[in-house]
C-alpha cells in the first residue's frame, strides 16, 4: 500500500515568511509523529497526535510552531515567522499505535533564507 | 529524559567483512529498540528492532543484541554490500511504553567495493 507521503518536498522561505508542511499518513494508522532533522544530526522529535488529540508537544521548540491533524489523518506543521536556524528537514512518520513501528515519510527540506 | 549515544560516527569496511555500530542509552526502564537506515536525501527506514524481552535478534545479515544491564544494544551487519552504505540511526523510547523515540547522531557506513 501507499506510504506515508509529505508536500512539499522542498520549500524556500524568506525569513519571516509563515510555511505550512503536510503530511499524509499511512492509511488508519492512529499515531502520527513530526521530527525536525538538522544535517548530520538524527531525527528530533517535534510532536505526537494519537488521532486527532495532540498528546504531546514538549519538542516544538517555540511558539512560532503549531501543528495540527483536525480529522485524525492528514497532519500540518506550521511555522510562523520563519527564521534562518528553523532550516532543516521535517520528517512526519506514522504508526498504528504505541510502540509499533513508525514508518516514516520522505521529508520536506525547508530553506529558510 | 533519555540519552542516546552512537559510535562510531563514521565506518568504512571493505565489501565482504562485518560491520558493529554500538549504542547507549539512559533509560533503565526504556525497552524497544529500532534502528533505522537512512540513505542521502531519502526517509529513514526501519531495519530491524528489539524489544527488552530478548536477548539478540537476527534477519539474514542483520542482527542486534541488548544488554539490558549494560544498557547498550549494538547492530551487527555480516557480508557487507556496497549497498549497505548509508547512514544508521539507533533510537530508544523515554521509559517504558513510551512512543517517544530519541535518536543518536547516526552512523556514516561505507562499504568500499
Known amino acids: 500500500g501507499a506510504g506515508v507521503s509529505q508536500s512539499p518536498r522542498y520549500k524556500v522561505a524568506k525569513r519571516g515568511q509563515d510555511v505550512a508542511l503536510r503530511c499524509d499518513p499511512i492509511?488508519?494508522?492512529?499515531?502520527l509523529f513530526w521530527y525536525q532533522q538538522a544535517l548530520g544530526q538524527g531525527p528530533e522529535f517535534l510532536t505526537y497526535?494519537?488521532?486527532?488529540?495532540?498528546?504531546?508537544k514538549s519538542g516544538l521548540p517555540s511558539d512560532r510552531f503549531f501543528a495540527e491533524r483536525p480529522e485524525g489523518s492528514v497532519s500540518t506543521l506550521k511555522i510562523q515567522r520563519t527564521q534562518q536556524e528553523d532550516s532543516a528537514v521535517y520528517l512526519c512518520?506514522?504508526?498504528?499505535?504505541?510502540?509499533?513501528?513508525?514508518?516514516f515519510g520522505p521529508g520536506t527540506r525547508l530553506l529558510v533564507l | 529524559g533519555e540519552n542516546v549515544e552512537q559510535h562510531p560516527s563514521t565506518l568504512s569496511v571493505q565489501e565482504g567483512d562485518s560491520a558493529v555500530i554500538k549504542c547507549t542509552y539512559s533509560?533503565?526502564?526504556?525497552?524497544?529498540f529500532p534502528w533505522y537506515k537512512q540513505e542521502l536525501g531519502k526517509r529513514p527506514q526501519l531495519i530491524i528492532d528489539?524489544?527488552?524481552?530478548?536477548g539478540e535478534k537476527k534477519d539474514q545479515r542483520i542482527a542486534v543484541t541488548l544488554n539490558k544491564t549494560a544498557k547498550h544494544f549494538s547492530l551487527h551487519i555480516t557480508e557487507t554490500q556496497p549497498e549497505d552504505s548509508a547512514v544508521y540511526f539507533c533510537?530508544?523510547?523515554?521509559?517504558?511504553?513510551?512512543?517517544?523515540?530519541?535518536f543518536g547522531k547516526g552512523t556514516k557506513l561505507s562499504v568500499i567495493p
Open positions: 497526535f494519537q488521532n486527532e488529540a495532540q498528546l504531546d
Open positions: 533510537a530508544a523510547p523515554t521509559g517504558a511504553g513510551s512512543y517517544q523515540l530519541t
Open positions: 533509560d533503565s526502564a526504556s525497552n524497544y
Open positions: 492509511s488508519g494508522h492512529v499515531s
Open positions: 528489539i524489544r527488552s524481552n530478548v
Open positions: 512518520a506514522s504508526s498504528w499505535g504505541g510502540q509499533e513501528t513508525q514508518y
